[in-house]
């Protein structure tokens, strides 16, 4: 602490405050956030410990860099550089115009912080507005990784559906799905799009199922063709049908491109929905008008009370998502590892993000990526036939090792496996379940 | 997370020689702190017993424990954390960070510092938080009758000693790896007539697999894991599993560098690749065969009394003297000048 120079506070959380410091050698501008070790009793927070395991390993100029850990009296302090404002205070100053060129060059920013997220094999689950701090250069980085996780390992287990503040978070997880992918993190983005629209939120929910109410009004309620297996997941519920109206009469002075690309953003499937690939290569990035570049957005407005994250309000994050601390435990078996390989394991394999020839240097031992991934051959062996429904038994034993080796899924086997995913879980008894405080 | 980019390949592996140079030169600061306490014990009281009820003889002294001695500790201790995972069942992930949070943290720090005990459970825990396996303390604890509150006050100091990097990469993920890729190469021989790979039973694979397993287990209490990268260890591991059952393990190998030359930028020729690797995996070997001697209860605890009567007088120590400053200077000593934890806490920890 002695290297830093206090500066004012910028929030207070549910874990301790924020502030902001100068490094005294350097002259860097930082913000500290405190984290209260005190008594707990499960000795350092598991939202903390994700962070600094997560953002100690990535370097990327779309993510918030931890500069610095350090323990200091009962408190351990996390340094970050700091950053003046973030996109919900841009959304929401009234006095701010947000050109449509502005739009695209924040959500290439936005996604360019997804690709980043998913290239390291995190999925961030809470993405939303205030997570994107902005500087007053014009750059934007994704902060908070409290919920964040790791996936893509068949070990890895079950993953909790209590992530996402209720107004980003996707309908499949909504319906309680406990096998997802970086998907989760494309809703959210695809929400962030309209909001940027909009500038106000566009599924405002008051509780999880008006939540889902409002997605289906814009959005329709899905049908077999349009999400198959989505009735399979543990907590649905049967909205009455509605078909979408145009989102053209949502977005007024939206360009088509955009709402095309909007559109496959949300796509209530999360087998269909865009990956961040081929959201970045989508034409909307290349037509007219180009992005404005960084050094030429609006100037965000300076946070007055604001802390360097929205979740440090002791807000909407927690509210949102009370069971994170107590959830993906145990390792909650194999089947369920299968399951994840689908978006994982068209990532791994052909390498969008994590090409076959990083996989395949050995001299440089770089098993690990493939390695998550090929446990899948411990599945193959427990996945015999008979313990599986008809559908997925064949989607799983047939094709397995090809299909994890070859480029990609097909999207429809990625639906079933997901849609069925849960409840192959639920069967299933584990040896782990005693472990697993979920 | 690529390793290539990792804090594990960046920060987490040394030469043999960087690594006897990082520990002998804490050995000897503990050694000389030690030498210290021990001068100044005896100056004030020539006559008096020493810590052990024993009488002192002149010009005795208590002899701090060799490196290779620490290594045996830290070996037992090792074997422990395996025991204890396959109690709790946790996945490999867990017992390779767990034991690859112990060796590391004992790069920086002394078994005269911190007990190796408390600290393996400490890694242990920490070890099943970061994997996502997680286990409550009070359960952990109570399964092996410990105390909580040691490992939760201990969560800090372990977390700074890692210097906070805690995604580790195991050689039993890269090996589960391997034997996918055999099984999918063997498939694609399936109908060409190069059948290299087809004189290998399924059976022989399975049981391969197992002793692989055994091996990148028996890896993992050497250091082995801190001079070579996972996959590497994975390899050697696997050819290992290949000897038990008599299986030809050229071939594969063969393939796995093919495959590997055919996807690196770089185009190495195969016979490089092949050649580079066999010669990694041949001193991997050395390291298994010592992985795979068990430290005895007894061996460990001859090292372990040593170690606590060291403790015991650098305890002493700082007790008989005006507390606050004899004990940051002592304490200080032991841990370089680095320390930022406050004297309170570091004397509880070191009294046990």
Known sequence: MEHYEKGEKLGQGQFGVVIKARHIETGQIVAIKKIHLGNAKEGINMTALREIKLLREIDNPFIVRLLDVFPHKRNLSLVYEYMDSDLECLIRDRATIISPADVKSYMQMVLQSLLACKQHWVLHRDIKPSNFLISMQGGMKLTDFGLARMFGSPESGRYTHQVFTRWYRPPELLFGSTCYGPACDMWAAGCIFAELLLRRAWFPGDTDLDQLGKIFQALGTPSQDSWPGCACLPQYVEFQTTTAPPLRNTFRQASEDALALLALMVALDPGRRISVEDALAHPYFRADPKPTLPEQLPKPPVRAHNPLNQSFKGGSVLQAAPAVHSEDAGPAGDLNGKALHLEPASAAVNGDGVPNQKRLKIENGDYSSIASLSEGEELHEKIRPGNLSGDLQKQVSADELKALQEIGFEAGSTRHIISHGDQRLKKRKLNFDEHDHG | ?352
């Not at chain 2, 396959?86 to 060796?103: D, E, N, S």
């Not at chain 2, 200080?332 to 320390?339: H, V």
Request: with cysteine; glycine share 6%.
């Open chain 2, 1 to 352: 997370m690529n390793f290539e980019t990792s804090s594990h390949s960046k920060r987490w592996l040394f030469t043999p020689e960087e690594l006897a140079s990082v520990r002998e030169e804490r050995h000897q600061r503990v050694a000389q702190a030690l030498a210290k306490v021990q001068g100044e014990a005896q100056a004030q009281q020539p006559e008096a017993p020493q810590s052990n009820g024993q009488p002192a003889k002149k010009g005795k002294k208590l002899r701090p424990p060799s490196l290779a001695d620490e290594a045996v500790l830290l070996k037992y201790y090792k074997g422990r954390v395996q025991e204890m995972c396959r109690a709790f069942g946790f996945p490999a992930k867990v017992q390779a960070a767990a034991i690859t949070f112990l060796a590391r943290f004992y790069l920086r720090h002394s078994p005269l510092e911190h007990d190796v005990k408390n600290i393996m459970l400490a890694c242990l825990y920490l070890a099943g938080k970061v994997e996502e396996a997680y286990i409550g303390a009070e359960e952990m604890c109570k399964r092996l009758q410990q105390q909580e509150e040691t490992l939760l006050n201990l969560e800090p100091q372990v977390l700074q000693g890692l210097g906070f990097d805690l995604i580790t990469y195991s050689p039993h993920s890269a090996l589960a790896g391997f034997f996918m890729d055999l099984r999918a190469m063997k498939e694609a021989q399936h109908d060409s007539s190069s059948a290299a790979l087809q004189d290998i039973t399924e059976q022989q694979i399975g049981d391969a697999k197992k002793a692989a397993r055994a091996a990148a287990d028996a890896l993992m209490l050497t250091d082995a894991p801190l001079l070579f990268p996972p996959g590497q260890l994975a390899l050697a591991a696997m050819r290992s599993g290949f000897n038990k059952v008599k299986a030809n393990f050229t071939g594969v190998l063969a393939e796995i560098a093919r495959k590997a030359g055919a996807a690196s930028a770089a185009q190495a020729p195969r016979e490089d690749i092949c050649g580079t690797l066999k010669a990694a995996i041949s001193s991997i070997d050395a390291f298994g065969a010592e992985g795979s001697q068990a430290v005895s209860a007894e061996e460990a605890r001859k090292v372990d009394r040593r170690v606590k009567a060291c403790q015991g007088l650098i305890a002493k120590a700082t007790v008989d003297k005006p507390v606050k400053q004899q004990q940051t200077q002592v304490q200080s000593e032991l841990n370089g000048a680095s320390t930022t934890e406050p004297p309170s806490k570091r004397l509880k920890l070191d009294d046990i």
